[in-house]
């Protein structure tokens, strides 16, 4: 079966906010496994629902996960919320919705992940480092927010220029791919 598309920036569907999910069905199950899918693939080491047009409050994270070892160990989480953020910490990041850029932003260092499993177990995780980073910006992208977001607004314009720049080449190889006909 074919993998669900991830959206990109500029869709404005990542800028929607997601909504809380009350009771977890059939389709929710089914979303997380697309999502992990679509995370091993690439690989990243999360995603979030949004990121495959379904606005619920659901992400996926594996930090552990390498190419070399295999162990996919996915986290699930329905409804996460961060509490207790501390420090700053700097970070290089990407984003499998904003293709080909990475930019350091200023995160928490530590924080506290609560939500619940598929089953409606609860989840509390204290995270440092990455994989706090992580869960940092997946939960933005339940609220619409983008890592380029939490730029310089000069690094986030060179950005915007260059996607469009590239995605206008993109259009323009696809009009010649026409004329092929
Ligand atoms: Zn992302």
Not at 52 to 74: C, F, K, M
Not at 145 to 159: E, T
Not at 164 to 175: G, T
Request: overall charge negative; proline content about 4%; charged content about 35%.
């Amino acid at each position: 079966m074919a993998l669900r598309e991830v959206l990109q920036f500029p869709d404005s569907r990542l800028k929607q906010k997601s909504r809380t999910i009350e009771h977890v069905s059939e389709e929710h199950r089914q979303l997380a496994q697309d999502m992990c899918e679509v995370m091993y693939d690439e690989p990243g080491i999360g995603l979030a629902a949004p990121q495959l047009g379904e606005h619920v409050r659901l992400i996926v994270v594996d930090t552990e996960w390498s190419e070399e070892d295999q162990e996919p160990n996915a986290l699930i989480v329905v409804n996460p919320e961060l509490q207790e953020p501390e420090g700053t910490i700097k970070w290089n990041e990407g984003c499998l919705s904003v293709p080909d850029f990475n930019a350091d932003v200023e995160r928490a260092e530590r924080v506290t992940l609560r939500g619940f499993d598929l089953d409606g177990n609860p989840i509390e995780e204290h995270a440092e480092g990455l994989r706090a980073v992580c869960f940092q910006h997946e939960v933005d992208h339940l609220d619409g927010i983008l890592f380029i977001d939490r730029i310089s607004r000069l690094k986030r314009s060179l950005y915007v220029k260059k996607r469009k720049k590239q995605l206008a080449l993109e259009s323009e190889d696809d009009e010649r791919d026409g004329a092929h006909l």
